[in-house]
């Protein structure tokens, strides 16, 4: 069983940078896997912001068209914590964003959203105008 615990989260004006941080541990926090960040705003279905896999030096690396450029989706040197950098932030960024990771096979090169077996809690980011 995987635990994460996102952090990071908060409130900016347009324009403005927040870094979340998620904090991976148990039983496939060693294994390759599935990383990413989700974000669901009220009345609107989730929707994967950027997710990529562990130990592909970024190959795999997804962004949502209405992200990219803004947001950038790393990890720590031991690969445990993940990070999503936002820049620019917009106020249609507002939404609880969520950290997910999941075992994903050594052939696979890209993350489905089924490879996300574990999720955190959650995380709000407002932005205001």
């Known amino acids: 069983q995987a635990q994460l615990a996102e952090s990071g989260g908060g409130s900016v004006q347009a324009g403005g940078s927040l870094r979340l941080s998620c904090v991976t541990s148990?039983?496939?926090?060693?294994?390759?896997?599935?990383v990413g960040w989700f974000r669901q705003a009220p009345g609107k279905e989730r929707e994967a912001v950027a997710t990529r896999i562990t130990s592909d030096m970024g190959l795999s690396t997804y962004y949502a068209d209405s992200v990219q450029g803004r947001f950038t989706i790393s990890l720590d040197s031991a690969e445990h914590t993940v990070f999503l950098q936002m820049n620019n932030l917009k106020p249609e960024d507002t939404a609880m964003y969520y950290c997910?990771?999941?075992?994903?096979?050594?052939?696979?090169?890209?993350?489905?959203?089924?490879?996300?077996?574990?999720w955190g809690q959650g995380t709000q980011v407002t932005v205001s105008t």
């Open positions: 997910a990771a999941g075992p994903v096979h050594y052939s696979e090169t890209s993350c489905t959203e089924s490879a996300f077996a574990y």
């Open positions: 148990g039983y496939y926090a060693n294994r390759r896997r599935c």
